[in-house]
Nanobody, 115 residues
Framework: QVQLVESGGGLVQPGGSLRLSCTTSESVFSINVMGWYRQAPGKQRELVAVITRGASTNYADSVKGRFIISRDNAKNTVYLQMNSLKPGDTAFYYC?????????WGKGTLVTVSP
């Protein structure tokens, strides 16, 4: 059972930055894919960014050029650096991991972008 703990959400003004962290209970090298999803009120959960065990990354078109996903192997932590935030980025952000074809989710952290 992979446990995921997120942190770093909060309130930020448009144009600002936040960094989300997701720490896993297991080595990131034992996990096939890790990533971030988000869900805004009244909308479906959507992919934001993913990073594979081999460190390949992929991003939703809506965040390309603004968000960066990265990983600290020694800390078993995946980060999401969010820059140039927009009100449309407001959502609960969930850390996700897939190991041996089983999906694991964190509890989520709220990001609010508002003047």
């Amino acid at each position: 059972q992979v446990q995921l703990v997120e942190s770093g959400g909060g309130l930020v003004q448009p144009g600002g930055s936040l960094r989300l962290s997701c720490t896993t209970s297991e080595s990131v090298f034992s996990i096939n894919v890790m990533g971030w999803y988000r869900q805004a009120p009244g909308k479906q959960r959507e992919l934001v960014a993913v990073i594979t065990r081999g460190a390949s990354t992929n991003y939703a078109d809506s965040v390309k050029g603004r968000f960066i996903i990265s990983r600290d192997n020694a800390k078993n932590t995946v980060y999401l650096q969010m820059n140039s935030l927009k009100p449309g980025d407001t959502a609960f952000y969930y850390c996700h991991a897939m190991k041996n074809y089983i999906n694991y989710w964190g509890k989520g952290t709220l990001v609010t972008v508002s003047p």
